[in-house]
């Protein structure tokens, strides 16, 4: 079974900054994407930023500029530095990973944390 944990939300006032972070635990044979997705009240789920084995990463044109993904492959841990943060990133956010679980026979799942929430307000 693989498990994710997120940590690092709460309320932060507009301009400021806030660091998420997502471990995961549990029988991993290979981590292949990690990614941070956000859900703001009355809307879908978004993805915002994820990064590859390699380290390519993607972003939201929302947040391009001003959040930075990253990752600790040795932890298990993807980070996410959000700066210059907005009321409009309010949101719970999630962490998401696509690995190769063990034990054999090996498999491929889609895991998600439980969602921290962000709030950004005066």
């Known amino acids: 079974q693989v498990q994710l944990v997120e940590s690092g939300g709460g309320l932060v006032q507009p301009g400021g900054s806030l660091r998420l972070s997502c471990a995961a635990s549990g029988s991993i044979v290979v981590i292949n994407v990690m990614g941070w997705y956000r859900q703001a009240p009355g809307k879908e789920r978004e993805v915002v930023a994820n990064?590859?084995?390699?380290?390519?990463?993607n972003y939201a044109d929302s947040v391009k500029g001003r959040f930075t993904i990253s990752r600790d492959n040795a932890k298990k841990t993807v980070y996410l530095q959000m700066n210059s943060l907005k009321p409009e990133d309010t949101a719970v956010y999630y962490c998401?990973?696509?690995?190769?679980?063990?034990?054999?026979?090996?498999?491929?799942?889609?895991?998600w944390g439980q969602g921290t929430l962000v709030s950004v307000s005066s």
């Open positions: 998401n990973f696509r690995v190769v679980a063990g034990p054999s026979p090996y498999r491929r799942l889609e895991v």
């Open positions: 990064i590859t084995s390699t380290g390519s990463t």
